[in-house]
């Protein structure tokens, strides 16, 4: 385990579902993030939270809603997906400032039926 | 915009052997790392190495960084079976914003022959 946690570990929903991701972590970080990986892609940042700013890609449509409740948990909320949006979704942690890695959690691989 | 470019996108090597991987990077950044990531699986952080710094070690690991090319290599020593793996690279640009955000590269595919 690397200290964070996301659930769950596979989900298969469809078009008209709501679902949510969670991620959870206790390592004193202060900065979450949400990466899209989808094959033969680079990872893709979607969304950025830390102490002082939200960070957003516009490029993320709207049926991805994050929230970060605080700074040890972050979710997802997906809508309405479409079936390119099946990928590896991946929640990391970070100290924010400063030089350091990330702690990636193992991921939630989600499928659009 | 993609940040990072990896060299080779894939590499086969026999358990023993060294395996380098590069990484070519296009803005200015606060540091570069290398994360590798087990089939399905999240990321690990292998290693950092800052803009000022050149060369760094860590077990078989060593990382070189030359920022007037903007690249970066990975350099693993005799390699083992367990080093079978996707190897990326990631850069932190430099910005105004406190938020540090990490843009990955497209990623090495390594696999060792036993």
């Known amino acids: 385990e690397t200290g964070v946690t996301q659930t769950p570990r596979h989900l298969v929903m469809g078009m008209t579902n709501k679902k949510s991701l969670k991620c959870e972590q206790h390592?004193?970080?202060?900065?979450m993030y949400w990466y899209k990986q989808s094959a033969k892609k680079p990872l893709e940042l979607m969304f950025v939270?830390?102490?002082?700013?939200?960070?957003e890609n516009n490029s993320v449509p709207s049926r991805f809603s994050p929230e970060c409740p605080n700074s040890s948990h972050l979710f997802l909320h997906l809508h309405t997906l479409q079936p390119e949006d099946s990928a590896l979704y991946l929640c990391?942690?970070?100290?924010?400032?400063?030089?350091?890695?990330?702690?990636f959690g193992s991921g939630t691989r989600l499928t659009v039926v | 915009s993609q940040q990072g470019e990896e060299d080779p996108q894939a590499l086969s090597i026999q358990e023993g052997e060294n395996a380098t991987m590069n990484c070519s990077y296009k803005?200015?950044?606060?540091?570069l790392q290398w994360y590798r990531q087990n089939s399905g699986r999240g990321l690990v952080h292998l290693i950092l190495?800052?803009?000022?710094?050149r060369e760094k070690h860590s077990g078989r690991l060593r990382v070189t960084l030359d920022t007037s090319k903007k690249s970066s290599s990975l350099l693993i020593t005799a390699s083992r079976a367990a080093d079978t793996a996707s190897y990326f690279c990631?850069?932190?640009?430099?910005?105004?914003?406190?938020?540090?955000?990490?843009?990955f590269g497209s990623g090495t595919q390594l696999t060792v022959l036993p």
């Open positions: 990391a942690s970070s100290v924010e400032k400063g030089n350091y890695g990330y702690t």
């Open positions: 939270y830390s102490l002082e700013e939200r960070v």
């Open positions: 190495i800052r803009s000022n710094e």
């Open positions: 390592l004193g970080h202060n900065a």
């Open positions: 803005t200015s950044i606060n540091n």
């Open positions: 990631a850069t932190v640009r430099i910005s105004s914003g406190s938020a540090r955000q990490l843009t």
